[in-house]
């Protein structure tokens, strides 16, 4: 990483005493010095971004919803990895929602605040502006100078950029001190934890932030289309060094390493954590070691997806045959996985309950299952909710919302989500999947240690559902195609 701060002199005083390198104030010849000599940088033809007649619109619908009340949130400050490193910055999906600020742009700290006035609400952006060059910051401070850690926007940048009017966020903390009724996204920010009282409708304000993002908006779609057409891509560099994974210890890491190359190119990071399994690895359903070597002949789960600069994400499975043909046995679970997935695709339209979409894939595991003759009752029985036998092989639910989180709107009440009609612009996985342990004596010999997921994300449309990930091929016979003509 970086070295220390080079301005700062060496302490003599005992470690326990020793103040931050930072602390030391520099002479003021030297900060007389640093503040002089710079041509001026402010960027003045900065435009408005193309979110920002969406993100007003959905301030609009909370600001309906929680009249006379400030609201405030809060985008989150960086998380220590170790010591004095911080994992990589991403705000809250709640903040990013509701000012639209995105990629590089978003900066720790941030926090939003919806003021109430007579026939609605006032919006103010908190942020920590760039350090400019009359300020000892911008090469002092290791967390926030712009000679640390980059650039960041002035307050009139920003708003140039945001269209939402900006202020210091060290002047926040009084600003939320005066006495209102106030709702917060509580544990984001302790400095705004602090300064507001719990409030009994706090609880209903994270819920209904939660809800309004069930239905997406078409910036969103769009958005999440880049997401799954990035993914795509790194679906295409995965298969690419399939045969560098065989031929490299913990090759799971070798495809996980290849996805990870397209998010962050591509990208703003991954969606999620890459799951990557080989062989009897993709039956552990978060297998996110990925420290498993590669071999010939298995399948390879791979459950990845990019994040884009809005932070909207995609998620997808593919399992892939690391031979690039399919065994009799390896096609066979895949095919009854990809009829089910079928299934869920035509169960989607507006009006069908978001519970149906599992009941329907489920529905032909079981058949197929029963088929197989490793059931013990019928599959008639097994679907009973009581019994669900075939869940030994099937083990989670076939769909969530997909969206700024990879798991959206998981605040929503059940009434709203598992038992809730699908609307129109809803996004969704569909991801059914069967996975035989290696010690399952229930099956063959040929079939254990398979386990086999295709997910892929869908918009709810006004008649049915389009798979947004459609262009990544899913059929066995496309699959093997798909391999041959990136590995030939
Ligand atoms: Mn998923």
């Not at 602390?23 to 010849?29: G, K, R």
Request: aromatic share 8%; proline share 4%.
């Amino acid at each position: 990483m970086s070295m220390n701060n080079e301005n700062a002199e060496a302490s003599t005083e005992a470690p326990e005493k020793k103040k931050r390198i930072h602390d030391q104030a520099p002479s003021e010849l030297f900060a007389e010095f640093m503040r002089s000599g710079w041509s001026a940088s402010d960027l003045d033809d900065l435009q408005p971004l193309e979110v920002v007649t969406y993100a007003y619109a959905r301030r609009q619908v909370l600001s309906a919803a929680f009249p006379g009340i400030r609201l405030v949130l809060p985008a989150g400050g960086y998380k220590v990895r170790a010591n004095d490193t911080d994992y990589q910055y991403r705000p809250h999906s709640a903040f990013a929602y509701y000012s639209g600020v995105q990629g590089a742009d978003s900066t720790a700290d941030a926090v939003l605040v919806m003021e109430p006035t007579e026939g609605g609400h006032l919006t103010y952006l908190y942020i920590h502006p760039r350090s400019t060059r009359d300020t000892d910051a911008f090469y002092r401070d290791a967390k926030y100078g712009e000679l640390w850690v980059g650039r960041r926007y002035t307050l009139a940048e920003a708003k140039a950029r945001y269209q939402i009017d900006t202020r210091l966020v060290n002047d926040l903390e009084g600003f939320l001190k005066e006495e209102r009724e106030t709702l917060i996204i509580r544990g984001e920010d302790a400095m705004v934890d602090g300064a507001v009282k719990k409030h009994d409708r706090e609880e209903e304000f994270v819920t209904f932030v939660s809800e309004q993002r069930l239905v997406k908006d078409p910036y969103e779609i769009a958005e999440m289309q880049k997401a799954v057409d990035a993914s795509a891509l790194g679906f295409n560099d995965v298969i690419s060094v399939i045969p560098a994974a065989v031929a490299t210890p913990r090759g799971e890491r070798v495809l996980e390493a290849a996805f990870y190359g397209r998010a962050r190119v591509l990208g703003n990071d991954l969606g999620y954590s890459t799951i990557v399994g080989a062989g009897a690895h993709a039956c552990v359903l978060h297998w996110i070691r990925n420290d498993g070597d590669v071999h010939m002949g298995e399948l390879v789960l791979v459950d990845a997806g990019v994040e884009v600069e809005s932070f909207y994400t995609a998620d997808i499975t593919r399992t892939l045959p690391v031979s690039g043909k399919f065994t009799p046995a390896q096609r066979s679970l895949y095919m009854l996985v990809y009829e089910s997935q079928l299934a869920g695709f035509a169960a989607i339209k507006p009006g069908v309950k978001f519970s149906e979409i599992n009941k329907a894939c489920q529905e032909v595991l079981a058949r197929g299952l029963a088929d197989m003759g490793v059931l013990t009752v019928s599959a008639e029985e097994s679907l009973k909710p009581e019994i669900g036998l075939h869940r030994r092989w099937t083990l989670h639910g076939v769909s969530h919302h997909l969206g700024l989180d990879v798991h959206d709107c998981a605040q929503a009440r059940k009434e709203n989500y598992m038992d809730k009609e699908l609307e129109e612009g809803m996004v969704l996985t569909v991801e059914p999947g069967l996975y035989i342990q290696p010690d399952d004596e229930l099956f063959e010999p040929e079939y254990r240690g398979i386990g086999i997921r295709i997910e892929d994300d869908v918009v709810v449309t006004a008649d049915g559902c389009r798979n947004l990930s459609e262009d990544i091929p899913r059929h066995p016979d496309e699959i093997e195609k798909w391999m041959k003509s990136i590995l030939r």
